[in-house]
């Protein structure tokens, strides 16, 4: 069991510090020197040396006080403590929530241990939730985290929920045997490798840690130093835009998506800017803004080195675009041309988007075939690119579980559709995958004539099990 350090604490203050401006100095968040001195974790090796200096103590005498510890704590990291030694949230970046989503009333009650699993991550310290409401539909509810933390808590008799949106547990570490910004383009490609599994809700915080460490380091660098680490800001934003996007918050995405933007124009890094450009067409689409998804791709294009991938990523968000206005003849050419150039470039040295393979192009295309009303041949293509998806890619493999249930139902019928959904089901309680949960809720509406068939039950059954209730 954890215990408290309370030398370390009355050190701190003897040396004039609380632990908000202890946490300012060392650039981390203040939650990190509360769990210091409740005796949860140590800093990283590259701190110590600047907490002596601070605390005004030598590091052998440093280590003492975290060696040692005083008395067991009088709180656990589920219950809030008073005065200054609560931690607050950290601060966001663009500070955008999402207001747009109804809020939690009184009406929705005891079912927040099991609503843990449809949680997705938004800005600002809050949650996005699944509710079923009264009347049968589902809708999408945002409330305070630490609300979810403690009645899951209370409810299951532990803490159901880390690493969304709220305190992460750790801190980066830079290697010192590599420059910081060779350590953090590793560490974002973890990341990323992590997001392919888990999904954004344990991956949001890290990413987000880590770009308040690029910040802390571009205040001292210079000249090219500075330059490389602008690059890699603009590429941690990118990726928190993505985050978000697959969280369901697609305000907080598109903040995002403009801020990495700024930042890669401003290191000027005009493949990472093309590569941003196309993945605002995607968001559009996603939004169903399908002029701006057509705009965005064009542009990307036009900007794309000739025969590139880039050129590629930028088309299968336009063809997208232009499904959702109706036009299948203009979407079906451009995805063919994206297949061709993905082919002519597979010997080709590959910058950005080295996922980009036919398989993906046959996903979206199968995604905007449903869209367009082919609901055989977009069954078909879901049912390729699944079988084509490394082992690895669990969240992206839900999502088109998910997106082919849909044409599943009106293609083949509703047992078929049920069964797929709950498989998708499994996906989305382990990511908290906005983009799965959506898809599966307006599943849901389209399955309630079918309420009686046994799949159709099954599934409504464990959808139901995840979400809050309307009382």
Request: proline content about 4%; some cysteine; charged content about 25%.
């Amino acid at each position: 069991m954890a215990v408290k350090r309370e030398r370390l604490a009355r050190r701190r203050k003897d040396a004039g510090h609380t632990q908000e401006t202890l946490a300012e100095a060392l650039g981390v968040h203040r939650s990190t020197v509360v769990r210091w001195e409740r005796g949860q974790g140590e800093p990283q090796p590259w701190m110590w040396v600047k907490l002596a200096r601070l605390l005004k103590i030598s590091t052998t005498e440093l280590r003492m006080l975290f060696s040692t510890s005083d008395a067991p704590a009088a709180a656990t990291a589920s219950t809030p403590i008073s005065g200054e030694e609560e931690p607050s949230l950290p601060t966001r970046l663009p500070a955008l929530g999402d207001a747009a989503i109804k809020q939690p009333g009184p009406g929705y009650l005891g079912q927040e241990a099991s609503a843990a699993g449809s949680s997705m991550a938004l800005m600002g310290g809050e949650i996005r939730v699944g509710c079923r409401t009264s009347d049968g539909r589902i809708i999408f509810v945002t409330m305070p985290r630490r609300t979810l933390l403690r009645s899951a808590a209370a409810a299951a008799g532990t803490t159901l929920i880390t690493g969304t949106a709220g305190v992460s547990t750790s801190k980066p570490l830079l290697s010192p045997d590599l420059h910081p910004v060779e350590n953090l383009r590793r560490m974002r490609r973890s990341l990323v490798e992590c997001d392919n599994v888990l999904g954004p809700r344990d991956v949001i915080a890290s990413a987000q840690d880590h770009l308040r460490l690029i910040q802390q380091l571009c205040h001292d660098a210079l000249g090219r130093d500075r330059l490389d680490l602008m690059k890699v800001q603009a590429e941690y934003a990118e990726f928190c835009s993505w985050l978000y996007q697959d969280s369901g918050d697609q305000r907080a995405a598109l903040s995002w998506a403009d801020q990495a933007l700024d930042w890669s124009n401003a290191a000027g890094d005009h493949d990472l800017t093309v590569y941003i450009t196309a993945r605002k067409a995607q968001l559009a689409g996603d939004m169903k803004k399908s002029l701006d998804a057509v705009d965005l791709a064009e542009s990307a294009r036009r900007i794309a080195a000739p025969g590139s991938r880039l050129i590629a990523l930028a088309l299968v968000y336009e063809a997208h675009g232009y499904a959702l206005r109706g036009d299948e003849l203009t979407c079906q050419r451009a995805y063919d041309k994206a297949l061709e150039l993905v082919a002519d470039a597979k010997d080709a040295p590959v910058t950005r988007g080295r996922w980009l393979e036919a398989a993906y192009v046959e996903a979206q295309r199968a995604r905007s075939l449903s869209v367009l009303g082919q609901y055989e041949a977009a069954v078909s293509g879901f049912d390729q690119s699944i079988r084509a998806l490394p082992a690895s890619f669990r969240r992206d493999r839900g999502v088109y579980l998910a997106r082919s249930a849909g044409a599943q139902l009106r293609a083949i019928g509703p047992e078929k559709a049920a069964t797929t959904a709950t498989e998708a089901l499994s996906v989305a309680v382990a990511t908290g995958s906005g983009r799965i949960f959506g898809e599966l809720a307006m599943l849901d509406g389209q399955l309630q004539r079918w309420a009686a068939v046994a799949e159709v039950r099954q599934f409504r059954q464990a959808l139901d099990s995840v979400m809050l209730h309307e009382v």
